[in-house]
């Protein structure tokens, strides 16, 4: 999609029919189980790890700037 914003609710839709009804995802839960979800071949699971991993990074370093 050309709109960004299109783009990203149209991906959220996707997630919450596709993974979120039929995968518990929690803090445990695995990149690999959610891109058997979304792409059964598995294409860029290493870039997704890699980006999942910054970004809880990132997520952390905000509460722990919040926090102190």
Known sequence: ASDTKIAVLSALWYFDKVVMSSVSVNE?????????????????????INKTQKAKSEIANCIEFRVN
């Open 28 to 48: 445990n839960t695995t990149v690999e189980v959610v891109t058997k979800k979304i792409n059964k071949k598995s294409a860029g699971l290493a870039d997704r």
